[in-house]
């Protein structure tokens, strides 16, 4: 990483959680699980949305419905993705920081939230102000396909993590 | 029986050839989690519904059959990536408790993901389908935890 100052990462990793991550023998393999239960949930959830808004699923479901019945528990297990990954990383920042794996998913997590401030501040508001009709915009189901792809290429990136 | 079986499938070319390839295994794990998604996304739907929690305008009585079909597909590709893992590693998986443990947990929840497709829109007015829609997720849940901690016990 160059001449950044990295020095902050050793500070993290000498916090009292994060110690307490690293040397319990149970805390790491329960945060692993968590994580696991919350990104299955939020990939399920959100391709969910996709798929409905490229037309490929619950084509009889309004679009706005399903997006309301869906991305509010969308939300909340990421919140628990996002906690559970940050005490993770914490834990052997350093190590982390050097994994090309880790830092593609880092790059891949952006791209996402990127998406996602495009898909609610521009694509959604212009359709939902134009009427919000059965069929979703050509923007959202490009921001769309593109989430399917973002989760999919997180999910790779984060599981090669742990074989480099 | 199970020392065996692992010993005769560690002498397969498979299993060779996973334990020489090194991108296979990680490549069969994160397919074997996007299944994992696709299984959760179903499962949501199928839930929501047995909890009552589904939006009014949702009358379309077929997304729970679908959702569980969705669920069964899924199954299908977490069953063969998870043969694909045993065989590249059988002594990791076969003798583990948590993978015994695990393999009688998933015999459970196809069990209720089956019961989920045949009657699943009776079962949305029944008191049965909120206890199914319970056991559904405490089962769904142990079988995540049991396959994460395959790698530590």
């Given at each position: 990483?160059?001449?950044?100052?990295?020095?902050?990462?050793?500070?993290?990793?000498?916090?009292?959680?994060?110690?307490?991550?690293?040397?319990?023998?149970?805390?790491?393999?329960?945060?692993?699980?968590?994580?696991?239960?919350?990104?299955?949930?939020?990939?399920?959830?959100?391709?969910?949305?996709?798929?409905?808004?490229?037309?490929?699923?619950?084509?009889?479901?309004?679009?706005?419905?399903?997006?309301?019945?869906?991305?509010?528990?969308?939300?909340?297990?990421?919140?628990?993705?996002?906690?559970?990954?940050?005490?993770?990383?914490?834990?052997?920042?350093?190590?982390?920081?050097?994994?090309?794996?880790?830092?593609?998913?880092?790059?891949?997590?952006?791209?996402?939230?990127?998406?996602?401030?495009?898909?609610?501040?521009?694509?959604?508001?212009?359709?939902?102000?134009?009427?919000?009709?059965?069929?979703?915009?050509?923007?959202?189901?490009?921001?769309?396909?593109?989430?399917?792809?973002?989760?999919?290429?997180?999910?790779?990136?984060?599981?090669?993590?742990?074989?480099? | 029986?199970?020392?065996?079986?692992?010993?005769?499938?560690?002498?397969?070319?498979?299993?060779?050839?996973?334990?020489?390839?090194?991108w296979v295994t990680p490549l069969v794990?994160?397919?074997?989690?996007?299944?994992?998604?696709?299984?959760?996304?179903?499962?949501?739907?199928?839930?929501?519904?047995?909890?009552?929690?589904?939006?009014?305008?949702?009358?379309?009585?077929s997304v729970m059959r679908r959702s569980?079909?969705?669920?069964?597909?899924?199954?299908?590709?977490?069953?063969?990536?998870?043969?694909?893992?045993?065989?590249?590693?059988?002594?990791?998986?076969?003798?583990?408790?948590?993978?015994?443990?695990?393999?009688?947990?998933?015999?459970?929840?196809?069990?209720?993901?089956?019961?989920?497709?045949?009657?699943?829109?009776?079962?949305?007015?029944?008191?049965?389908?909120?206890?199914?829609?319970?056991?559904?997720?405490?089962?769904?849940?142990?079988?995540?935890?049991?396959?994460?901690?395959?790698?530590?016990?």
């Amino acid at each position: 990483m160059g001449s950044v100052d990295l020095s902050f990462l050793s500070d993290l990793e000498s916090l009292g959680v994060a110690q307490f991550v690293r040397e319990s023998s149970w805390a790491y393999p329960t945060l692993e699980t968590l994580h696991v239960i919350a990104i299955a949930l939020v990939v399920g959830s959100i391709w969910i949305v996709d798929l409905r808004i490229l037309g490929l699923v619950f084509q009889r479901r309004a679009v706005q419905s399903v997006m309301d019945e869906v991305l509010p528990l969308t939300w909340c297990v990421f919140a628990l993705a996002l906690i559970t990954g940050v005490l993770m990383f914490i834990s052997s920042a350093m190590m982390f920081a050097e994994n090309p794996a880790f830092r593609i998913k880092l790059v891949v997590l952006v791209c996402a939230a990127l998406n996602v401030l495009f898909f609610h501040s521009h694509a959604m508001k212009r359709w939902q102000l134009a009427g919000g009709d059965a069929l979703a915009s050509p923007a959202m189901k490009i921001s769309g396909g593109a989430s399917i792809v973002f989760w999919i290429s997180a999910i790779l990136a984060g599981r090669w993590i742990g074989f480099l | 029986m199970f020392e065996q079986a692992s010993q005769q499938i560690a002498q397969t070319s498979a299993s060779a050839f996973i334990a020489n390839h090194l991108w296979v295994t990680p490549l069969v794990q994160s397919v074997h989690i996007l299944a994992i998604a696709a299984l959760s996304g179903a499962l949501l739907m199928i839930n929501l519904r047995l909890l009552g929690l589904a939006p009014a305008d949702d009358r379309s009585p077929s997304v729970m059959r679908r959702s569980g079909l969705v669920g069964l597909y899924a199954g299908l590709v977490l069953l063969l990536t998870g043969i694909v893992l045993v065989i590249g590693e059988p002594a990791r998986e076969l003798t583990n408790a948590l993978f015994q443990v695990k393999m009688v947990l998933v015999a459970a929840i196809m069990a209720a993901v089956v019961l989920v497709v045949r009657r699943g829109d009776d079962l949305r007015r029944e008191a049965g389908g909120k206890a199914l829609a319970a056991v559904t997720i405490v089962l769904w849940a142990s079988i995540i935890f049991a396959g994460r901690w395959i790698a530590y016990v």
